[in-house]
């Protein structure tokens, strides 16, 4: 039987959760994470153990780009780029992040303008959703959105001091699903923990690191959430 393995959600710079979750499980020899790792200073973690992940919309990209290029790295960090797979521990895994922007959609990749205050890098667009459709079935898929439909509350902009009730799920993201039809589908960025199925595939939004992570076995791909604790 494999070992099981861990997958965390949006980091945001706290490094001090993620480092307890990961001392905590030393049998765990890898992590998956679902995006937004870096700081507001653009640093990123030097994790106790393997952590693979993908961009969410709050993450230095100037860095991403250096980590696919080569220029930097940082050991036991492992970035999984827009639209490909990687192969480990016996599990595949695909990985799209970063958010939709409908008027960036069907933009290339590399036109996407890259001003610091609003650097729109931190979008996914078409050309890598179809990409990552090409892979054929994976077991895991790691997306920073939402699948359509997800339901949560959020606050009123007419009126903060109420919530309503609304589906945030993207359509591109669906549709990456369906194609791939994972064991096991995850994504953040809504710093919830809400466990569904969808047309017929295992998918959780997982919470922020501070608050809870999951553990997967690696044959089944069933799944167990867990409480972080305070950090």
């Known amino acids: ?53 993908i961009k969410g919309n709050n993450e230095s990209f100037d860095r991403i780009d250096a980590f696919r290029g080569g220029t930097d790295s940082v050991a036991n960090l492992h970035y999984i780029p827009n639209g490909t797979m ?6 595949t895994v695909a990985g799209v992040g970063g958010t939709f922007a409908p008027t960036w959609f069907d933009t290339p990749v ?37 699948p359509k439909p997800f339901w949560t509350e959020l606050p009123s902009s007419a009126t903060p001091s109420k919530r309503w009730r ?15 039809q994972p064991r096991l589908h995850c994504f953040g960025h809504h710093h919830v ?6 047309a017929g595939i295992a998918t959780v939004c997982v919470d922020r690191v501070n608050r809870g992570y999951l553990l997967v076995e690696s044959d089944t791909f069933a799944w167990e959430a867990h409480a972080t604790g305070e950090a």
């Open 1 to 53: 039987m494999s070992p099981p393995f861990g997958i965390v959600g949006d980091i945001h710079g706290n490094f001090i959760a993620l480092e307890r979750i990961l001392r905590r499980h030393p049998e765990i020899p890898f992590w998956l994470c679902v995006g937004d790792v870096a700081s507001t200073t653009g640093a990123y973690p030097t994790p106790v153990a393997p952590l693979y992940w």
């Open 86 to 91: 990687i192969r480990v521990g016996g599990v």
């Open 110 to 146: 590399s036109q996407l303008p890259r001003n610091p205050k609003d650097d729109k890098r931190r979008h996914f667009v078409r050309e890598e959703v179809e990409a990552g459709q090409a892979l054929g079935r994976v077991d895991v898929l790691l997306t920073h959105e939402a």
């Open 166 to 180: 609304r589906d945030v799920g993207k359509v591109p993201i669906a549709e990456l699903a369906d194609a791939l």
């Open 193 to 198: 923990h809400a466990a569904f199925t969808r």
